[in-house]
């Protein structure tokens, strides 16, 4: 069983740039695919990016709405996953999820662990 902790979240004006962090415990983490997800207020959660190590390379995909800002990545020494996101936007505002399975896509059903969330505010 993996569990996941994310931090890092907060509150910043359009354009800043903020750090998310998820440790993780547990299990086999380098093996497994990584992801971040995030959810606004009523709205229905919305995949970022994704995450998978291939060897001794990578490969990941983002949603066409955070391309050329975010960037996700990966320490599997310390088993921690990173968001780094850049030139914020007010539409940014969820809360963020990190995610983490067997399975590559950006389908939530893809993954079977998730963390509880950290909250992410952008002002104009």
């Known amino acids: 069983q993996v569990q996941l902790v994310e931090s890092g979240g907060g509150s910043v004006q359009a354009g800043d740039s903020l750090r998310l962090s998820c440790a993780a415990s547990?299990?086999?983490?380098?093996?497994?695919?990584v992801a971040w997800f995030r959810q606004a207020p009523g709205m229905e959660r919305e995949f970022v990016a994704t995450h998978r190590s291939l060897g001794l390379g990578k490969s990941t995909t983002y949603a066409d709405s955070v391309k050329g800002r975010f960037t996700i990545s990966r320490d599997n020494v310390n088993n921690i996953v990173y968001l780094q996101m850049t030139n914020t936007k007010p539409e940014d505002t969820a809360v963020y999820h990190c995610?983490?399975?067997?399975?590559?896509?950006?389908?939530?059903?893809?993954?079977?662990?998730w963390g509880q969330g950290t909250q992410v505010t952008v002002s104009s």
């Open positions: 995610a983490a399975g067997r399975s590559w896509g950006s389908e939530d059903s893809k993954y079977e662990y």
């Open positions: 547990g299990g086999t983490f380098r093996s497994l695919v």
